[in-house]
């Protein structure tokens, strides 16, 4: 599985983007989809994940909507009500994981490249 992130830029406090990570392959459709994200200076942290399931890191719970297309084989981040403290490089990950552990990169095995998100206050 290769993943293609795009739909990063930049947007002022309160705005809106839509993330999307396209993906090559057929076990797509059978792992589960996440996004994490990492802001500088920071560790890489866990966003949102969908299987069966959807799954929301606190600090974005209402604001941020996971989807996938398994037809298109994408996954989708919409993100509302953007805050400055959103400001991070985006990365989507998919992989077999178990639903107990969403959250943890380790249990990811693809990647995509990124995609840069600032938030201007």
């Known amino acids: 599985v290769q993943l293609q992130a795009s739909g990063g830029g930049l947007v002022q406090a309160g705005g809106s983007l839509r993330l999307s990570c396209a993906a090559s392959?057929?076990?797509?459709?059978?792992?589960?989809a996440g996004w994490f994200r990492q802001a500088p200076g920071k560790e890489r942290e866990f966003v949102a994940a969908i299987s069966w399931l959807t799954y929301y890191a606190d600090s974005v719970k209402g604001r941020f909507t996971i989807s996938r297309d398994n037809a298109k084989n994408t996954v989708s981040l919409q993100m509302n009500s953007l805050k400055p403290e959103d400001t991070a490089v985006y990365y989507c990950?998919?992989?077999?994981?178990?639903?107990?552990?969403?959250?943890?990169?380790?249990?990811?095995?693809?990647w995509g490249q990124g995609t840069q998100v600032t938030v201007s206050s």
């Open positions: 990950a998919a992989g077999r994981v178990d639903a107990s552990v969403y959250d943890v990169q380790s249990q990811y095995d693809y």
């Open positions: 392959g057929r076990l797509f459709s059978r792992s589960a």
